[in-house]
């Protein structure tokens, strides 16, 4: 059996990373190797796991996601835990390899080119300056949760426009997201915002399959279909509805399109790609926003150029995303014996990439820990690499620069109006609470 070393455990205890990442056990074991064995011991009443060669290095994360045959995705599809219902799961385009992926995503590309992307900009910089506008209020100073006021809305209503979800149903994603990525965090893996008031008859529908926690306090495994009948209740009405109604939002789109043999997306797969968007397509850039402003603020002179010179807004977003990594590691499967950073990789292994490492790899980075609004070039990880890189990350960039343009253009100051409070987890750097002092302009 490998052994990792000594103090590894705190990589994956979800409790770690409430105060934050652990950047230093991060840069010793990158010192060291490029790839390190890690221990999956029981934890939190989660049981062990076999642990999983943990790669640390920007180049060697590259060559994991540029190599599926390799590193698989479907094999045991791509949560650091063993999935607990790995049949389903594998379903899903996010935990699929070539050429099952490569169709389904020849199928969404279609959908978010860059010219698409531009045609959303408008709208999403009117809702971004429409959401700065409702956080100031006409008011020449005020103070509000940054996270929950303001970052959690935009991704939302871009959602609601890009998959033609009905506006009034746009906080049942908030549920579904806190579930699935906050499972581990005791104020996420119970999330019911939304309590149907003002939603759709589909949101009512869903809303009655919505599970409640068992007599332990915990709620279904939110990581397999049994434990979201709600989101797929959800989804099959939403598709249905699409093919009676269609529009020129991307799930209309997706269902009209036909493959090179004829085929259509299947309901699993509609249901499946739903989950994807309305989950991880909110939750990487709901955080990724509050993240970038606490950069900002705990660096006040990038802040200032920043706001003195717009124009840097563009690399600020980059940096941001470098700086704060939302989306911290996903796994692979070796699908054969091979190396890696020198490592002997077994069939079956688990490996897992950690982009929050690969983010201030001093090989790439000069002076990786420093937030720098000018730091050209930003080869940053955020969004993947290889056949895996985000559809949305266009859309992300766009939702990014828009909501920081409105909140520099409105205020005159900003300001911490308490400790940030974050996630518990070990795979999204997520925040919870973001309060902030501002002064408007």
């Given amino acids: 059996m490998t052994v990792g070393p000594a103090g590894t455990t705190t990589l994956v205890d979800p409790v770690t990373y409430e105060s934050g990442p652990p950047f230093d056990l991060l840069r010793r074991l990158r010192a060291a190797g490029p790839v390190t064995w890690v221990d999956e011991p029981a934890l939190h009443g989660q049981p062990a796991g076999p642990g999983f060669w943990l790669v640390l290095r920007h180049a060697d994360v590259e060559g994991v996601l540029r190599d599926p045959a390799t590193f698989s995705s479907w094999l045991g599809a791509t949560q650091v835990r063993d999935a607990a219902d790995l049949a389903w799961v594998r379903r899903m385009m996010l935990n699929m390899d070539p050429p099952d992926h490569s169709r389904l995503r020849r199928l969404l590309a279609r959908s978010f080119t860059p010219r698409a992307v531009a045609a959303l900009t408008a709208a999403i910089e009117a809702t971004a300056d429409g959401l700065v506008a409702r956080m100031t209020g006409g008011l020449g100073a005020g103070r509000c949760d940054f996270a929950k006021d303001v970052a959690a809305d935009l991704p939302l209503l871009t959602l609601a426009d890009v998959l033609g979800v009905p506006a009034e149903d746009r906080w049942l994603m908030f549920d579904w997201s806190n579930r699935v990525i906050g499972w581990q965090d005791p104020d996420y893996a119970t999330s019911a915002a939304f309590d149907g008031t003002g939603g759709t008859p589909m949101a009512r529908e869903a809303l009655a399959l919505r599970p409640a926690p068992g007599p332990d306090g915990r709620m279904p495994d939110p990581r397999t279909r049994a434990g979201m009948p709600d989101l797929y209740a959800y989804a099959r009405l939403l598709a249905e509805e699409k ?79 470098r700086w704060w990594t939302p989306v911290m590691v996903f796994r692979r499967t070796a699908t054969r014996d091979t190396g890696l950073g020198g490592a002997p990789v077994r069939a079956g292994d688990k490996v897992v990439v950690s982009f929050t490492s690969a983010n201030r790899d001093e090989a790439v980075f000069a002076d990786p820990d420093a937030f720098d609004v000018h730091r050209a070039p930003n080869p940053q990880l955020a969004f993947g690499h290889g056949p895996h890189f985000c559809l949305g990350a266009q859309l992300a960039r766009a939702q990014m620069r828009a909501l920081f343009a409105a909140l520099l253009r409105r205020t005159s100051s900003i300001e911490l109006d308490g400790p940030p409070v974050l996630l518990r987890s070990n795979f999204q750097r997520g925040v919870k609470r973001l309060p902030i002092r501002w002064t408007a302009a």
Avoid: C, K, Y
């Avoid at 397509?281 to 717009?310: C, F, S």
């Fill in 243 to 321: 093919r009676r109604s269609p529009g020129d939002d991307v799930m209309s789109i997706l269902l009209a399109q036909v493959d090179e043999g004829g085929g259509r997306v299947s309901d699993a797969e509609f249901e499946n790609m739903f989950w994807l968007f309305a989950v991880a397509g909110n939750e990487t850039l709901r955080n990724g926003l509050p993240g970038g402003l606490i950069a900002l603020l705990q660096h006040p002179g990038a802040l200032a150029a920043v706001r003195a010179d717009p124009s840097l807004l563009p690399g600020a977003v980059e940096e941001m995303l």
